[in-house]
């Protein structure tokens, strides 16, 4: 059975590590977690494990998708664990973010496939319950009135050189010309999706359908220049194969690159976003050990002082560092997500940090499932279960009732703990107040914080407004130390003994001491618009389109902040583009600019850069359906971490709606950016 290493040191090219601490947990019965903070020659780490046997008879392992629909929203893998049930889960395939929002690659669920594969790698869960990593490769026939057209995909749109088949699970469709759908009725029982069925309509789409209502046939160009769709009332043959064969496979979910495999670091030719290789990122993948061990992994990123995130080849470190013997990485950034349920609770709560601030919301997962039974030797369970802590530091204890299994029977009822003035261990009993069950717990006094740290849930203020500061300690190890008192001051406003500060109309810098160390923050009060020259000259500025060649310019006012985008989209272009590179001051809140429209219907879009090179496309209008100037702003997301820049601004044919053929223009002013603070 897999054990956490008390302390881990992964091979090059992961940094030499300096430290490495761990807090290891149970979630369920063959289910561990634990958390690893390192100081490396590159900076901080902090890494967090799952690790579940894969033999143990009450663990079980599915995948999920988002709203249970490959076309989504998306949903955070918190909701999807919760609403599944699950004990423990992580992010899986990387998906086109703020579209569709579908997963790219395979997806197969209780042994149904529900997504073709890409050719990237995926993680296989055979019916055996084993876990492999592999390149799956699908191939089809569709056969009706003589004629036979291939099948390429499954639940893919629109159809790419041949046939696909929607299922009701897929979601929205939207209408692609020169697509013509046929609803399907099967004729018998279909052995998977393969069998007979039976045409009843033949439908092309006008306005979106929002899902499939049963099995359908979509015929895109290729296929039908191959042959004319079935006609009403024909019999379908449908005839498909999956390697590796699906009548082994129980889950799978695509992701990438591949990291490791046999036990040896590995390149993949098949990396998605090979670019990024040698990026920092936060990140997230799967491993497996020789005992049959599935360590689901994810490190933080974005964090200078907490955590730097790690590069491939260090992740593909990383897990050999744990003992794995293959592993992969799934799509990381702002979606690197693990989830895990912690001894008491209920249910499974975030355990990493998003560099996003908040969860983003993914395509799919892949989840752990617990089928022990319940109520198996009920005893107390107190977090936290050992800490560290500056004298006299009063430290809130919650407890739980609960099983062998993990399942929380109850709750428990503790007193705050105040911590001993001697430095050194200290082993306490607590007490349930409401019920009498004891626990011990261990935490040790320590007299001198290495650092110290200011938090806030509200970094913007109103004038007058009240905002709660916590401040936070850590040894020299960087674990998290309880502070006891904390002295706070105040350029500017009053501030509490309990970290309560007032704002006025300015923004103010608070202070905190503690354990011999200091830390300061600035509050932010308000916010103020800034404006931005971005069209007082042409320099910086280019014009292109998509495809590239299209007819349109870019012109600008002499001595005027104004520019001109003139666009031709009654051809072939589908988007006109006014390229540039302008850094952008501060943490920008808002991006706003006068919009000369022309009534022509196009849509409006701009394009930003974070710091980690990662782009972002905002509507700033889904329609211009006015003349004359408007002022038009759009809120920056606060996962756009600065510094930012705005890369282009282009007009577009559609924004979901029926194409625009038109030739116009689209004048713009007076760029501003909205800043938070008053000084």
């Known amino acids: 059975m897999f054990v956490f290493p008390p302390a881990i040191a992964p091979p090059p090219p992961f940094p030499l590590v300096l430290t490495s601490t761990a807090r290891a947990g149970f979630v369920a ?277 907490e955590s730097i995130g790690l590069t491939r080849p260090e992740f593909g470190a990383l897990m050999l560092g744990l003992g794995a013997s293959d592993g992969m990485a799934f799509d990381s950034g702002g979606s690197a997500t693990l989830v895990a349920r912690v001894l008491g609770d209920d249910r499974a709560s975030l355990l990493n940090v998003p560099s996003d601030g908040a969860e983003r919301p993914v395509a799919d997962g892949l989840f752990v499932y617990s089928d022990a039974p319940s109520g198996v030797d009920p005893h107390l369970v107190v977090r936290p279960e050992s800490f560290e802590a500056e004298p006299g530091a009063l430290v809130a204890l919650s407890g739980a009732i609960v099983d062998d299994a993990g399942h929380r029977l109850g709750a428990a009822d503790l007193a705050p703990l105040r911590v001993a003035g001697d430095p050194g261990a200290h082993s306490v009993t607590v007490t349930d107040r409401g019920g009498g069950s004891t626990a011990t717990i261990v935490y040790t006094t320590i007299a001198q914080l290495a650092r110290l740290e200011i938090e806030t849930q509200t970094p913007i203020a109103t004038p007058g407004a009240a905002v709660r500061l916590n401040a936070r300690g850590y040894d020299r190890d960087g674990r998290p130390v309880f502070v006891g008192r904390v002295a706070w001051t105040a350029s500017d406003g009053t501030i509490a003994p309990d970290g309560t500060y007032r704002a006025t109309s300015r923004d103010a810098t608070i202070t905190a001491r503690s354990g011999g160390a200091v830390a300061s923050v600035v509050v932010r009060v308000g916010s103020h618009a800034q404006p931005l020259a971005l069209f007082a000259s042409p320099a910086g500025w280019q014009f292109a389109t998509y495809p590239a060649g299209a007819a349109g310019s870019l012109s600008f006012l002499a001595n005027e902040d104004q520019m001109e985008l003139a666009y031709d989209f009654s051809a072939a272009a589908r988007a006109a583009y006014a390229n540039a590179a302008f850094s952008l001051p501060g943490a920008p809140l808002r991006f706003s600019v006068d919009v000369r429209g022309d009534g022509r219907g196009v849509g409006l879009r701009a394009t930003f850069v974070n710091r980690f090179g990662e782009r972002r496309a905002l509507t700033l209008a889904k329609t211009i359906d006015w003349n004359g100037w408007r002022r038009l702003e759009i809120v920056l997301p606060p996962d756009l971490n600065p510094p930012v820049k705005l890369v282009s601004l282009y007009a577009v044919g559609s924004l979901g709606g029926a194409p625009v053929r038109a030739v116009g223009s689209l004048g713009f002013r007076n760029a501003a950016v909205t800043l938070a603070g008053t000084p």
């Open 29 to 305: 019965p063959g289910v561990r977690r634990a958390t690893y903070r390192l100081t490396t020659s590159a900076g901080p780490l902090v890494i967090y494990v799952v690790a579940v046997d894969l033999n143990e008879p009450t663990a079980r392992l599915g995948a999920a998708l988002a709203s249970d629909h490959l076309i989504s929203p998306g949903e955070t893998v918190s909701s999807m664990a919760d609403r599944t049930g699950a004990v423990a889960g992580i992010n899986a395939d990387y998906f086109d973010i703020g579209q569709t929002n579908q997963p790219l690659g395979i997806v197969v669920q209780n042994g149904a496939l529900v997504r073709t594969p890409s050719t990237r790698i995926a993680l296989e869960v055979g019916r055996d319950k084993s876990v492999r990593f592999a390149n799956f490769h699908f191939s089809g026939t569709v056969s009706y009135a003589g004629t036979q057209i291939p099948l390429t995909g499954v639940d893919e749109w629109p159809p790419q050189g041949g046939a696909t088949l929607l299922e009701s699970g897929y979601g929205a469709v939207k209408p692609i010309a020169g697509v013509v759908l046929a609803t399907l009725t099967p004729l018998g029982a279909p052995a998977g999706l393969d069998g007979n069925y039976r045409a009843d309509a033949i439908v092309t789409l006008r306005d979106a359908l929002p899902s499939p209502s049963g099995l359908m046939l979509g015929l895109g160009p290729a296929a039908l220049k191959l042959a004319q769709p079935p006609a009403i009332g024909t019999t379908v043959t449908i005839s498909s194969a999956l390697d590796p064969p699906l009548d082994g496979v129980a889950t799978a979910v695509g992701g990438g690159p591949l990291l490791v495999q046999s036990r040896l670091a590995y390149e993949d030719p098949n990396s998605p976003a090979p670019e990024e290789r040698n990026r920092r990122f936060p990140v997230s993948g799967a491993a497996t050990t020789p005992d049959g061990t599935l360590l689901l992994i994810a490190v933080d990123g974005r964090q200078p002082f």
